[in-house]
């Protein structure tokens, strides 16, 4: 009996160590796979940021394209009014050439009455060139006239009026037209080139009254732009919607990231439970306190991990307020939190 009893010590206690140790063997394997899930879990995260990179890509398109139209708008507005600037300008200058015509035009209407003053022998002071200086005088600058010129004026007015509307005469007229000399011929054909020269100073007022015209409303858009910066309050509006469309991004990678930290750690959670249930019933009771420990120390690695998790997504909404970060940016961020 006493050898059968220490055979059977014997071959118990074999039992035990040969057990010992494969649930040292069991544990080093769980340990070292352990290591290599923490070693996962650190990495997790710039790995699985797999938000739709499409979406991203089309949100940033979309707002680099609201931003673009905004700016070409405000430029398409500003070169509108430039070319508007640009043909009153443009009519300006028309206005000036038509100018120098008419006055080449009078220059030439004037060397012919000189002409026709010649042709007639009529001197600087015959009463016949005298009289046509005063009509010039009350054309050029009637203000200049002397009481015995506008009589005079009024006399020659009338007989210009005899010549062309005599029909239109009243007695009073025709009374008094019988107290003056007729037009000499000469009279008559510096008149009609009085006519002519008139015309053409005409037409050089007119275009003097749109060339002012046109130099208010060219100072006045002047003056607008002056009061307003349309070009660059359009490229802050559109600085604005890029920094807004970055953020927008920013969170679209804060949801995935939450996401990502949430399933990774229901993942270990169920790790967990498939470890303790793969466990023997005979590893339990040999290693009761060690599993106690075990378990204490698995709940407080879960706890670290969460911790962690937290702490990094405290990170990433830190950063998040920065402006325009990319997505690299992100994901280099969430590296550094997790080193």
Avoid: C, W
């Avoid at 028309?94 to 009078?106: E, F, P, Q, V």
């Avoid at 100073?201 to 003056?223: F, H, R, T, W, Y």
């Amino acid at each position: 009996m006493k050898v059968g009893a220490s055979q059977v010590n014997s071959t118990n206690n074999v039992t035990n160590r040969a057990q010992r140790e494969d649930i040292q063997n069991q544990k080093a394997q769980n340990e070292k796979a352990g290591h290599k899930k923490e070693t996962r879990r650190k990495t997790v995260f710039a790995g699985n940021l797999n938000v739709n990179q499409d979406l991203i890509a089309n949100k940033k398109a979309l707002g680099q394209k609201q931003a673009v139209k905004i700016i070409l708008d405000v430029f398409t507005s500003e070169l509108n009014i430039d070319n508007n600037v640009q043909s009153l300008k443009d009519q300006k200058d028309a206005l000036n050439t038509s100018i120098n015509d008419y006055k080449d035009k009078i220059k030439s209407v004037q060397d012919m009455k000189k002409g026709i003053q010649e042709g007639y022998g009529v001197s600087d002071d015959s009463q016949e060139q005298k009289d046509m200086d005063i009509l010039s005088k009350a054309e050029t600058n009637p203000d200049a006239l002397t009481d015995a010129e506008k009589g005079r004026l009024k006399d020659l007015k009338l007989l210009m009026k005899a010549k062309d509307n005599p029909g239109l005469l009243t007695d009073k007229e025709q009374e008094r037209l019988k107290d003056l000399k007729p037009l000499t011929d000469y009279q008559k054909e510096i008149m009609e080139s009085n006519k002519m020269e008139s015309f053409y100073n005409k037409k050089i007022n007119d275009a003097n009254k749109q060339i002012e015209g046109i130099n208010q409303s060219v100072e006045a858009i002047g003056l607008s732009r002056l009061k307003t910066h349309p070009v660059l309050d359009a490229k802050k509006v559109a600085e604005d919607i890029l920094k807004d469309t970055a953020k927008e991004v920013v969170g679209m990678l804060l949801n995935e990231a939450v996401e990502n930290t949430d399933k990774k750690l229901e993942d270990q959670k169920k790790a967990d439970e498939d470890k303790k249930d793969d466990e023997t019933q005979s590893e339990k009771k040999t290693e009761e306190n060690s599993k106690t420990g075990s378990s204490k120390s698995d709940d407080d690695s879960l706890n670290s991990i969460v911790e962690k998790q937290d702490k990094v997504m405290r990170e990433i909404k830190k950063q998040a307020l920065k402006d325009n970060l990319i997505l690299d940016d992100i994901k280099g961020i969430i590296v550094d939190a997790q080193s």
